[in-house]
């Protein structure tokens, strides 16, 4: 089955403590990315990536990492994380050009207390 | 300015009855994409519908259908014959050449019995 596979579903952690999200795509997929989604805003890219090493920025790029290794993985590091960035975190892929809809992952719902 | 601007932030519907959430973008490529898509409850994101920009037909599909109006950059789009369980966040989204997919903020739907 075609998936996009985030992990963890539900995360609770303190500020300052680092964390990986895991996102893996198996449908082959050049372009990957990742969105927070806030409440009145909309889901806001934070990072993308178009190929193997090869990543930038997005709208909301601070305090994140990413990096993309292999084709089918992209994980979001918080180095350090804060309460501003508690949030509905997804992961997204799709074949590059305007025609191709993307698809998500079932979301990471992150609280940094 | 936003590029993709979603002005409901929530709707009602009569259960069978149709009902338009209106999005209007902004760009200046001549090259461009626009989708939706849903949210339910649970969280995931649901693609319904995609309209290329050099596309004379508006898309359809189903019950749901994409009215493109290329010059008054709108891409509203119509849900008929509404079901108890298309109540969700919707969401209008375009992808330019960059291949950035951006988000506008989404209305929430609530269809009545």
């Known amino acids: 089955e075609a998936q996009v596979t985030q992990n963890p579903r539900y995360l609770i952690t303190v500020t300052g403590k680092k964390l990986t999200v895991t996102c893996s795509q198996n449908?082959?997929?050049?372009?990957m990315s990742w969105y927070r989604q806030d409440p009145g805003l909309g889901l806001r890219q934070i990072y993308y990536?178009?190929?193997?090493?090869?990543?930038d920025k997005g709208d909301v790029p601070e305090g994140y990492k990413v990096s993309r290794k292999e084709k089918r993985n992209f994980p979001l590091i918080l180095e350090s994380p804060s309460p501003n960035q508690t949030s509905l975190y997804f992961c997204?892929?799709?074949?590059?050009?305007?025609?191709?809809?993307?698809?998500f992952g079932q979301g990471t719902r992150l609280t940094v207390v | 300015a936003q590029k993709i601007t979603q002005t409901q932030p929530g709707m009602f519907v009569q259960e069978k009855e149709a009902v338009t959430l209106d999005c209007t973008y902004d760009?200046?490529?001549?090259?461009?994409?626009l989708f939706w898509y849903k949210q339910p409850s649970s969280g995931e994101m649901i693609f319904l519908i995609y309209?290329?920009?050099?596309?004379?037909q508006n898309a359809t599909e189903g019950r749901y259908s994409l009215n493109f109006q290329k010059a008054r950059k709108s891409a509203n789009l119509v849900i008929s014959a509404s079901q108890l369980g298309d109540s969700a966040m919707y969401f209008c989204?375009?992808?330019?050449?960059?291949?950035?997919?951006?988000f506008g903020s989404g209305t929430r739907l609530l269809v009545r019995p």
């Open positions: 997204a892929s799709s074949l590059p050009g305007q025609v191709f809809e993307a698809f």
């Open positions: 309209q290329g920009s050099y596309d004379e």
């Open positions: 990536s178009m190929n193997v090493e090869v990543t």
């Open positions: 989204a375009m992808r330019e050449a960059t291949g950035e997919l951006i």
């Open positions: 449908m082959n997929h050049e372009y």
């Open positions: 760009t200046s490529d001549q090259s461009y994409g």
